[in-house]
């Protein structure tokens, strides 16, 4: 069982009809929900960083979180933001720090912002094997929506997996243990997007 | 590129000129048919929204929400806070907001900080009026005397994340969009802008990006009547170089 944890973000249905189809999903929200049956968390959806934080502060995912090193977990668009140290976003707020980076504002000088619409990636060197990734292909296109990216260190840099480009290079998916993140929306990037989503669902499978 | 259906008493409709209405089939199957098809996103407008008939809008947009694999936009007639919420939970990506936002301003702001920017469509219904445009609502049955450029910059600074701007004199023309608006609008704005209103071929739809300066096209009739691909209108943008996803 897949389960989504609802941190009051906008639109967790697209990500919830889209993992319903792979496999049994559950919507959460609070640690208290979590199972043995439960494969892995998800952390999808729309919405400002500080706000998702202090919820999951609040509902006590923030800590649970930070122990859970075993189950994999899958961060999408502020979801995956939140995987990271730090965000400017509203005034700034830390996240979970379970992977090391800040997120940061879009300089207005790459153009229109958010971020928005569909983009292409890279796939970065030695990344092609992973499992996460398989059947993309660099320059395919994902279905962005973001004002804030995030900055690896020297650190993360390896957990890079796409690269995206807008105004200068970004990155759009990590993966780092049992941890993994994408900046864009799989589950509204068409059947590339639901592909990714399967591979994370089968590699769960395989745990 | 974005096909546009409007919903009237859960079927998709098309008109001319926001008149003559003609059945043009059920919302889902188009909308899968355009998921399958290529298109990028798309929109939906319920053009005879009335109270009554929201529940049916709601229960709509979630059967929508579970066959499609790209973002959508709901709108028309949406009123209030509660309509935006009611909205977004049942699976729209964002909803666009056309006479309530003119009636009071304030409700782009409170949906942008609730849902984000990009949640927000300001939907602007424009006619040229003298040497101008002026934003008419309701359908496009009332001008409001706005000039339509002003009325953009603010809901720009209101928290609107992306402007759906229809010509009225072109809508269902067939005869091209309408460049020069486009490209005033363009020009002032930090979001992106939709074309709507006037396409009748793939060269006009190419001509919405490459010289209207939008930063995406939309189009109802010429997709709904098999008239045009979405298919053909990406291999046109292709030939003439501009970027679109294949």
Redesign the interface.
């Known amino acids: 069982m897949i389960a989504l944890i609802d941190f009051g973000a ?2 967790l ?2 990500a919830e ?2 993992f319903s189809q792979l496999g049994s999903t559950r919507v959460i929200e609070r640690p208290g929900e979590i199972t043995g049956d439960t494969k892995a968390l998800v952390l999808p959806g ?3 960083f500080r706000s998702a934080y202090e919820r999951l502060v609040e509902t006590g995912f923030s800590d649970y979180l930070k122990n859970e090193n075993l189950r994999p977990l899958l961060g999408i668009c502020v979801g995956y933001q939140l995987l990271f140290d730090f965000s400017e976003e509203d005034g700034g707020s830390p996240g979970l720090s379970l992977i090391a980076g800040n997120v940061k504002k879009f300089p ?1 000088s790459v153009g ?3 971020h ?3 983009n292409q990636v890279a796939i970065k060197e030695n990344k092609k094997s992973s499992p996460l990734i398989q059947g993309v292909q660099d320059d395919d ?1 994902f ?1 962005f ?3 804030f990216y995030s900055e690896l260190t020297p650190s993360s840099q390896s957990a890079e997996l796409l690269s995206c480009d807008y105004g200068f290079p970004f990155c759009a998916a990590v993966e780092m243990k049992n941890i993994s993140g994408f900046q864009f ?1 799989p ?5 590339l ?2 592909k990714l989503l399967k591979n994370f669902v089968e590699e769960v499978k395989a745990c | 590129v974005i096909p546009c259906l409007d919903i009237k008493e859960g079927r998709v409709v098309k008109g001319v000129q926001f008149e003559n209405i003609t059945d043009a089939g059920d919302p889902v199957e188009n909308a899968v048919f355009y ?1 399958r098809a290529g298109a ?1 996103e798309l929109v939906f407008l319920d053009i005879t929204a009335t109270h009554e008939e929201r529940g049916i809008l709601i229960k709509l947009v ?1 059967r929508i ?2 066959n499609l ?3 959508f936009t709901v709108g028309g007639g949406l009123r209030t806070l509660e309509d935006i919420i009611a909205i ?6 964002k909803v666009s907001l056309n006479s309530a936002a003119v009636k009071r301003p304030e409700l782009i702001t409170e949906g942008a900080k ?6 927000i469509v300001l939907a602007v219904d424009a006619k040229r009026v003298g040497s101008s445009w002026h934003v008419f609502v309701r359908g496009g049955r009332e001008d409001t005397g706005l000039d339509v450029l002003t009325w953009i910059e603010r809901g720009e600074k209101m928290g609107a ?2 402007i759906l701007l229809t010509s009225m004199d072109r809508d269902g023309m067939k005869n091209g969009f309408d460049l020069e608006l486009l490209q005033e609008v363009s020009k002032r704005v ?3 802008v939709i074309a709507s209103g006037g396409a009748g071929t793939a060269e006009h739809m190419a001509d919405g990006i490459a010289l209207g300066k939008a ?2 096209v939309l189009a109802a009739s010429i997709f709904h009547f098999r008239e045009l691909s979405v298919a053909q209108v990406k291999q046109t943008m292709k030939d003439r170089g501009i970027w679109v ?1 294949q």
């Open positions: 906008g639109n249905k697209s009809h889209a729309d919405g400002s207005r229109k912002i958010p928005m619409g569909w296109f279905y929506v973001h004002s929306h589950e509204k990037s068409h059947d997007g639901r | 998921d990028d979630e929400a579970e694999t790209i973002p977004t939970r049942a699976g729209a990506d609730l849902f984000g920017s990009q949640c994340g992306e930090n979001i992106p930063d995406a996803r």
